[in-house]
């Protein structure tokens, strides 16, 4: 069992920045892949980002792209999200998640959650 909880959430101005962390438990992190999710209110779970086991590997949704950083340390159980240049658009809650095969974007892949953490971006 793996249990993940995000922080760093919060209200942030259009085109400011914020760094999301999720500290996993356990002493298996290093054998997931992890992702970050998202969910506006009234929309779907979306795909943001990912990072292989050893954190070479890394892709992104089109709309993050060149704004958000998905990095990771093993030593600490930690992934994070770093997000810049943000829009109003990007506000949702935050979801962090580990899945046992990288290379997936989809929700049923996922094999642990976290709660979230949400974030504002005000225009």
């Known amino acids: 069992q793996v249990q993940l909880v995000e922080s760093g959430g919060g209200l942030v101005q259009a085109g400011g920045s914020l760094r999301l962390s999720c500290v996993a438990s356990g002493r298996t992190f290093s054998s997931y892949a992890m992702a970050w999710f998202r969910q506006a209110p009234g929309k779907e779970r979306e795909f943001v980002g990912t990072?292989?086991?050893?954190?070479?590997?890394?892709y992104y949704v089109d709309s993050v792209k060149g704004r958000f950083t998905i990095s990771r340390d093993n030593a600490k159980n930690t992934v994070y999200l770093q997000m810049t240049s943000l829009k109003a658009e990007d506000t949702a809650v935050y979801y962090c998640?580990?899945?046992?095969?990288?290379?997936?974007?989809?929700?049923?892949?996922?094999?642990?959650w976290g709660k979230g953490t949400q974030v504002t971006v005000s225009s």
């Open positions: 990072i292989s086991r050893s954190g070479l590997l890394k």
């Open positions: 998640a580990a899945l046992e095969v990288y290379g997936s974007s989809r929700s049923e892949d996922v094999r642990y």
